[in-house]
C-alpha cells in the first residue's frame, strides 16, 4: 500500500442515530451522525415510520386538506353543464304542429 495516500481508518469509530442508538464501527470518519439505523430502521423492525425532513408528507396532507374545503365551493365543467341541462329542462317548450302552436311546459327530473 502507497504511503500517504490514504485516509486515516479509525477502528472504534462513533455512529450516532436520530433515535438515540449509538454504536462503533470501523470508518476513515471518527464520528457519524445517521437518521436511520437498524434498530429504527422499518425494514428491520416491521413497524411503518415516515422520515421526510424536508416535511414533504406534512406539506402534500395540507394542500390536500385545503383542496377538500376548497372543492364544494367550486364549479367544475361537469356541475356546470348538469346545471344548464336542469334550467333547459324546465323551459317552456313549443311545438309546432299543422297549422296550430301549441306550448308545453316540461317538468323533467
Known amino acids: 500500500m502507497k504511503k500517504d495516500i490514504h485516509p486515516k481508518y479509525h477502528e ?3 455512529i450516532s442515530c ?4 449509538s454504536f462503533t464501527l470501523g470508518s476513515t470518519l471518527p ?5 436511520l439505523c437498524s434498530a ?3 425494514f428491520y423492525t416491521g413497524k411503518q415510520k415516515l422520515v421526510d425532513t424536508a416535511r ?11 383542496k377538500k374545503r376548497i372543492a364544494p365551493t367550486r364549479k367544475g365543467k361537469k356541475l356546470k353543464r348538469a ?3 336542469k334550467k333547459r329542462a324546465k323551459k317552456e317548450v313549443t311545438v309546432k304542429a299543422d297549422t296550430k302552436v301549441i306550448k308545453k311546459k316540461t317538468d323533467k327530473k
Open 83 to 85: 346545471a344548464q341541462a
Open 12 to 14: 472504534k469509530a462513533k
Open 40 to 42: 429504527c430502521h422499518p
Open 56 to 66: 414533504r408528507v406534512e406539506k402534500f396532507q395540507a394542500k390536500m386538506e385545503a
Open 18 to 21: 436520530a433515535c438515540g442508538n
Open 31 to 35: 464520528e457519524i451522525k445517521v437518521e
